[in-house]
């Protein structure tokens, strides 16, 4: 199974602030990575897939880059509605598999 | 947008077999791959399995022995059966539609439905 490494596991950060979380998978996995964003009783949202393409309606605040086997969603200007937890899903291969998570806290 | 919505008793006993169905509307199941995702109470996330609307299944090989999926077109529903369950299978269960992103045949988890919990106690 590939294992997708996330960090950090939480960050604290205020509105506006610049925002970067990093997944590291154990192998290359090309640009095969989709970024999600989950809050607690919602339904988890695609923010970006192919590492760098923007899912259809999420703010260009949010963006992916990486390829092979480490990778990075940044978000530009933090506002209210981003603290939540993300995740990291590789899709180069079965089983897919998904990074530990990363809580982003109002500091 | 395609909206998906699980259902199913929020409560399983040890040993019974945990069943969920997710219901997809605004959309038609077919011609998409269809999966069962599940999250442990302050856990991560753990893929389960897929199914096409044909029918056609692959299971994660952590959960295999336990692990059943089937589809019914016709209510454009899809279901997951976990048997033997224990402790270790009380988890919030999401059901997520695959999107592809090119036409290189990969596809990751596009739209989710809201997820449900499953307690597995006595």
């Known amino acids: 199974d590939i294992q997708m490494t996330q960090s950090p596991s939480t960050l604290s950060a205020s509105v506006g602030d610049r925002v970067t979380i990093t997944c590291r998978a154990s192998?290359?996995?090309?640009?095969?990575v989709a970024w999600s964003q989950h809050k607690p009783g919602k339904a988890p949202k695609v923010l970006i897939y192919?590492?760098?393409d923007l899912e259809s309606g999420v703010p260009s605040r949010f963006s992916g880059s990486g390829s092979g086997t480490e990778f990075t969603l940044t978000i530009s200007s933090l506002q209210p509605d981003d603290f939540a937890t993300y995740y990291c899903?590789?899709?180069?291969?079965?089983?897919?598999?998904f990074g530990g998570g990363t809580t982003v806290e109002i500091k | 947008q395609v909206q998906l919505q699980e259902s199913g008793p929020g409560l399983v006993k040890p040993s019974e077999t945990l069943s969920l169905t997710c219901t997809v509307s605004?959309?038609?199941?077919?011609?998409?791959?269809w999966s069962w995702i599940r999250q442990p109470p302050g856990k991560g996330l753990e893929w389960i399995a897929y199914?096409?609307?044909?029918?056609?299944?692959t299971y994660n090989p952590s959960l295999k022995s336990r692990v059943s999926l089937s589809v019914d077109t016709s209510k454009n529903q899809f279901s997951l059966k976990l048997s033997s369950v224990t402790a270790a299978d009380t988890a919030v269960y999401y059901c997520?539609?695959?999107?592809?992103?090119?036409?290189?045949?990969?596809?990751?988890?596009?739209?989710w439905g809201q997820g449900t919990l499953v307690t597995v106690s006595s």
């Open positions: 192998q290359s996995i090309s640009s095969w």
């Open positions: 192919k590492a760098s």
């Open positions: 605004s959309g038609s199941i077919i011609g998409y791959y």
């Open positions: 997520a539609r695959h999107v592809s992103s090119d036409s290189s045949g990969h596809e990751y988890l596009g739209s």
């Open positions: 899903q590789q899709y180069n291969s079965s089983p897919l598999t």
């Open positions: 199914i096409y609307h044909s029918g056609s299944t």
